[in-house]
């Protein structure tokens, strides 16, 4: 489903999981945060958000390539780029998500999922 966060209202009511691939890094950060706040807004409790891209670890690029792609993104939109996981997670948490898993997958990028917390 396609989704402006930054300007379209919720599309559903409600959501037994949701699922954003490679978003956060060509977005604005103000889309994440819209997207944290949608997730606890339509997940149950313990429903999961889905991520995938690439992610800095603690402020650190985890491989060149993902440095030198963080660097094309900004020249093509500086609100554009890889985006600092730690930095995802703490919005993630004050919408109301916690950080449940984060795998290593090919090419650099990482699933990572947040589940919603019971109100």
């Not at 690439?54 to 993902?66: I, L, V």
């Not at 600092?84 to 993630?92: I, K």
Request: glycine share 4%; aromatic share 6%.
């Amino acid at each position: 489903m396609r989704l402006d966060l930054l300007a379209d209202p919720a599309p559903v009511p409600q959501a037994e999981a949701l699922v954003c691939i490679n978003m956060v890094h060509i977005s604005p950060w103000p889309a994440t945060a819209a997207l944290m706040r949608l997730a606890a807004d339509l997940l149950p409790a313990d429903g999961p958000l889905y991520l995938y891209g690439p992610y800095k670890r603690d402020g650190a690029h985890t491989a060149p390539s993902n440095a030198a792609f963080d660097a094309d993104l900004k020249s093509r939109n500086p609100a554009w780029g890889v985006r600092d996981l730690e930095s995802v997670a703490a919005c993630a948490d004050a919408a109301g998500l916690t950080l449940a898993d984060v795998i290593p997958m090919p090419a650099n990028n990482v699933s990572v999922v947040f589940r919603r917390r019971p109100t």
